[in-house]
T-cell receptor, first 113, second 110 residues
């Protein structure tokens, strides 16, 4: 089944403790992206990647890092999480042909206390 | 960053009613997508629109690409309880970036 898989689904952590949210896609998509969803703000892009070793900032990149060492994986790293990073996070991927839109993972709900 | 304005923000409707929602921007978009997010899941693509004025249906859902290219509309006919969720529009800005709307939360009363 074609899908985007992200883990974990739920995570509670403490301020300052580094964490990684993994994301993997099995569709051989070139583009991958991370979004955060907050009430009233919709989906905001954190980082995106156009291909292996090519990443760029989205609209809200502060406090996050990403890497794209393999085409299928695009982990999101929070080096020192803070409470304002409590949110619902989605990984998404799409083909190089932009018209097809993104396929989303099931989400990771992160709480930073 | 840019965002698209969706309205209404939320709505309660009776089962069987038709639903209309829209997405507007001050910028021109080249493609419009409509997604639905069910509780506990990621957004799933419903309809894609590629030309100004285009009208496309997917079952009981019909979406339109506004003539000005600055807006899009989604209609759901004869709503049913499983239509509940958050509906997002997304506009293709330039050649590679999708901008997402703020979402319309739909609740259907049986």
């Amino acid at each position: 089944e074609a899908q985007v898989t992200q883990n974990p689904r739920y995570l509670i952590t403490v301020t300052g403790k580094k964490l990684t949210v993994t994301c993997s896609q099995n569709m051989n998509h070139e583009y991958m992206s991370w979004y955060r969803q907050d009430p009233g703000l919709g989906l905001r892009q954190i980082y995106y990647s156009m291909n292996v070793e090519v990443t760029d900032k989205g609209d809200v990149p502060e406090g996050y890092k990403v890497s794209r060492k393999e085409k299928r994986n695009f982990p999101l790293i929070l080096e020192s999480p803070s409470p304002n990073q409590t949110s619902l996070y989605f990984c998404a991927s799409r083909p190089g042909i932009v018209l097809y839109g993104y396929t989303f993972g099931s989400g990771t709900r992160l709480t930073v206390v | 960053g840019q965002q698209l304005n969706q309205s209404p923000q939320s709505m309660f409707i009776q089962e069987g009613e038709d639903v209309s929602m829209n997405c507007t921007s001050s910028s021109i978009f080249n493609t419009w997508l409509w997604y639905k997010q069910e509780p506990g899941e990621g957004p799933v693509l419903l309809i894609a629109l590629y030309k100004a004025g285009e009208l496309t249906s997917n079952g009981r859902l019909t979406a339109q690409f506004g003539i000005t290219r600055k807006d899009s509309f989604l209609n759901i006919s004869a709503s049913i309880p499983s239509d509940v969720g958050i509906y997002f529009c997304a506009g293709l800005f330039g050649t590679y970036k999708y901008i997402f709307g703020t979402g319309t939360r739909l609740k259907v009363l049986a």
